[in-house]
């Protein structure tokens, strides 16, 4: 019944579903790349440096020779794994983290928010170079960096719907019926608070793998001569009069940013209870 | 100078075996603190009253005079600041968590807004659970069996269990939310302007089945409401709250009949009526009610009371035993138009 509801409700959000294939795209060409790319993405052949598009490299090839189609193909697994990873922790500990302080209140209330806005007084970006130079650049401090950056502001978007939500009459129900403050916490308040948490965490995949790419262009993601989206464009600006060297992984970026946007978008409507009703 | 604290309702009422009396509450304070931690609001400032069992308690009052406060402190939902209250002749405040939650069974609450008081994201048959799971049954044919002995009280049918709250209309929800209070066979059931929210055609259907929930499972209520008609309708005896003080109570006949206190006599006397000859001489309050933060000296009332003399803003009024079983916080005589002090 449910699954009927939801197909019909694809057909009906021309935008979840573009974005979903948008998704399972990338997806896909990344488990399967093994299969379709057609050359080993760190594979050097200077003979064919700097190729334009043509029928043997449809992207053409990088200042290496290196077959650009390949690396972006490739490059999904670095990006995608790296955009889901961190966006999956960040939902996991910011949520909880917010509930707690939400729910609790006062004195607690004050002293988790003001530790999380420690993290928020420093720009994004300059923290997670910190954080990520620190602890040396590899996929995984990489990953760290982004999750510290990035969980406050989910804790926020938590601690102020619980805020609303246990003003609820049903969580005072659930307290004159004996129900436990650990329970009403995680049957009645988390259930009712968590959708506006992963909206932004599916709107914020995108913008997670954009930090990434931003910190791998930097230098600070993965070390070359790994193939990451990132990283690939900018070994392109050196070389912006072949516009397929940075163009085709920065428009594998764009794609992935805006797909996940897209499901946020979708996922929004779907949660929202009224108006699946109105709908199924 | 008599005090407050030396005269309460219940100790000039005539002494009543102590197993009739299901709940008392004795001064009961309940003071919340402003935004600045400075201001305080005193919500609900020495209350005692006690609820026999079986009878149905009304409590009338203006909005923000204290009264869902009263019965959200009555069942421990939210702290006292002062004062006891004694369920079966148990003090709630010295029962530890275990207890109080046993106890949570034998007091329930039924909440004004239906929506408000159902889990959008749930199920009826999960909200009707609820109660279940919590206080550890676990066989799960019984508690269906059960749900479906509720639903038949409440008058729903089992094609119900599977919508969510917001698939149901308001009478419909209302049902739901006193199937779930009944669910753990509560004594005493506090009825928070439970049909406030509702249609009054809707509304005489849920006071009916209220009262035959009362008949059928003697059951009973202390049923908190600003619609003097609703309370008429529905209660034995009649509390009448004004900014977190009772300042009238007694029997419902008497206290519609012969108001002792101005402030009763005002509200009664706003009731609409259709038939001229049922029309009460309408008497206008002066002024807006004063804020609980500031309130007045004295009696509370002494700023818009027609019958206000110098001792009224001095002391708080004694108790004053006014007919049967009934009475007055209140220094006026409406029978001799005089003040008593």
């Known amino acids: ?280 | 100078m008599i005090r407050e604290e030396t005269a309460r309702p219940d100790f000039l009422e005539a002494p009543e075996p102590e197993k009739n009396i299901l709940l008392k509450a004795d001064d009961i304070r309940v003071t919340f603190r402003g935004k600045d931690r400075k201001t305080t609001v005193k919500a609900v400032d020495g209350v005692s009253l006690s609820i026999h069992k079986g009878e149905i308690l009304g409590i009338v009052g203006e909005s923000g005079c204290g009264k869902s406060t009263l019965g959200r402190a009555i069942l421990n939902l939210i702290p006292l600041t002062g004062g006891k209250v004694y369920f079966e002749g148990q003090d709630l405040s010295t029962l530890s968590k275990k207890e109080m939650k046993d106890m949570r069974k034998k007091m329930q609450i039924i909440f004004q807004d239906p929506s408000a008081s159902l889990n959008p994201r749930r199920t009826v048959e999960q909200i009707l659970f609820e109660p279940y799971i919590i206080h550890g049954y676990k066989d799960k044919n019984y508690i269906r069996k059960d749900i479906l002995r509720l639903l038949e009280l409440v008058g729903l049918a089992e094609y119900h269990l599977s919508r969510y709250s917001y698939e149901l209309s308001g009478g419909q929800k209302q049902r739901i939310g006193i199937a779930r209070a009944l669910a753990l066979k509560p004594e005493l059931i506090i009825c928070d302007e439970a049909v406030s929210a509702l249609d009054v055609s809707v509304q005489a259907q849920v006071l009916n089945l209220l009262m035959d929930l009362k008949k059928e499972l003697g059951l009973t209520y202390l049923f908190i409401s600003h619609n003097l008609n609703v309370i008429y309708q529905i209660s034995d005896r009649v509390g009448v709250m004004y900014l977190g003080r009772l300042v009238e109570l007694g029997p419902y006949k008497s206290l519609y009949e012969e108001p002792a206190h101005p402030y009763t006599e005002a509200l009664l006397s706003a009731i609409p009526q259709i038939h001229e000859e049922n029309r009460r001489e309408r008497i206008h309050l002066q002024g807006e009610v004063p804020s609980p933060i500031n309130p007045p000296s004295g009696c509370h009332f002494h700023t818009r009371c027609p019958h206000t003399c110098e001792v009224c803003s001095m002391d708080v009024p004694p108790w004053r035993k006014v007919g049967d079983r009934h009475f007055a916080a209140c220094y006026w005589n409406p029978k001799s138009n005089e003040h008593i002090i």
């Open chain 1, 1 to 280: 019944m449910f699954l009927k509801a939801f197909l019909r409700l694809i057909r009906k959000n021309y935008l979840f579903t573009a974005g979903c294939l948008i998704c399972l795209f990338w997806i896909l060409a990344a488990i399967l790349a093994p299969v379709i790319a057609p050359y080993d993405p760190i594979a050097q052949d200077l003979a064919v440096k700097l190729n334009p598009p043509s029928a043997a490299h449809f992207f053409g090839t990088d200042n290496f020779g290196r077959d650009i189609f390949s690396r972006v193909i490739y490059g999904g697994r670095y990006s995608l794994l790296a955009g889901v990873v961190t966006v999956v922790c960040v939902t996991i500990i910011g949520s909880i983290y917010g509930a707690i302080a939400g729910y609790v209140g006062g004195v607690v209330d004050d002293v988790m928010m003001r530790l999380s806005e420690v993290i928020l007084s420093f720009p994004q970006l300059i923290l997670a170079m910190c954080i990520n130079a620190a602890l040396g650049s590899n996929l995984f401090n990489t990953i760290i960096a982004l999750i510290v950056v990035a969980w406050p502001g989910y804790a926020r978007l938590m601690r102020s719907v619980v805020i609303s939500v246990k003003e609820n009459q049903y969580i005072e129900a659930a307290e004159a019926l004996g129900a436990s403050k650990f329970r009403i916490m995680f049957r009645e308040i988390f259930p009712n608070s968590i959708s506006s948490v992963l909206i932004m965490a599916t709107t914020d995949l995108g913008n997670q793998i954009l930090l990434f790419s931003t910190l791998s262009f930097l230098g600070l993601g993965s070390a070359p001569p790994t193939p990451e989206w990132g990283m690939m464009v900018s070994d392109g600006v050196s070389y912006f009069n072949k516009f397929w060297v940075a163009g085709f992984p920065g428009l594998a970026i764009f794609t992935m940013a805006v797909g996940a946007n897209f499901i946020g978008d979708g996922l929004r409507d779907i949660l929202d209870p009224k108006l699946r009703k109105q709908v199924g």
